[in-house]
Every structure is written in C-alpha cells, then in structure tokens.
C-alpha cells in the first residue's frame, strides 16, 4: 500500500502546478483522498479533501477558488491542481487516504496512507 507524491518545484507567483498522488496496492476509488501541506515551522494543514461518499469536495479558505482537487480511477491517481499562486503557498505538500467521517476529513491522524511529500516554491 502506498502514495506517490509527485509534481512540485518552484513556480513565479501567479503561476500554476499541477500535483499527482498515484496509488499502488489499493484503489483510491475506496477512499476520501485530500491534500495538507507543511510550511517551514509551520503545522500541517488540510487544504483540499475529496470524499468517497458522493465526490463531494472540500477546500480550506486558504486556497478555495485557486486549487482544485480530483481523480483519475482508470489511472489510479488523485490530482492537486494549483492555480495563482503565491509565495504563502510556499510548503512540502502531501497527499493522504483514508476514511474519516465528515467532521473529521481535516484531521490528518484519520488518514491511513501518506505521500512522501513533494515541495512546492513560490518566492515572494
């Protein structure tokens, strides 16, 4: 079971990224997938969740109306994509899988499998 984090690098603000998380050992069809990111001395934050129950998608304010969350089954992969973006973007980005319940899907101690983690750089 495991998640492959790929697609980060450095990127001028106003600029766009496009991240993948493919999953091998287990299908991401059956679970939530989201997206957190750890900026330097910083706490990891949920930003972008998208639920198994329904397909039903979730951004933290930070990045609403910029980044959009998806999947591809045939391929076995979730997407993270990353529009305007801006130097507080700044962080290594992760993507997990799990099941938590709704009130729950911002926790990253529900998660059951993790990416590696991929960096993404915005200067300022």
């Known amino acids: 079971v495991q998640l492959q984090a790929s697609g980060g690098g450095s990127v001028q603000p106003g600029g766009s990224l496009r991240l993948a998380c493919a999953a091998s050992?287990?299908?991401?069809?059956?679970?939530?997938v989201a997206w957190f990111r750890q900026a330097p001395g910083k706490e990891r934050e949920g930003i972008a969740v998208r639920r198994l129950s329904g397909g039903t998608t979730y951004y933290s304010e930070s990045v609403k109306g910029r980044f959009t969350i998806s999947r591809d089954i045939a391929k076995n992969t979730a997407y993270l994509q990353m529009n305007r973006l801006e130097a507080d973007d700044t962080a290594v980005y992760y993507c997990?899988?799990?099941?938590?319940?709704?009130?729950?899907?911002?926790?990253?101690?529900?998660?059951?499998?993790w990416g590696q983690g991929t960096l993404v750089t915005v200067p300022a």
């Open positions: 997990a899988a799990g099941s938590p319940i709704l009130s729950a899907i911002w926790n990253s101690q529900i998660y059951r499998s």
């Open positions: 050992g287990f299908s991401l069809s059956s679970y939530t």
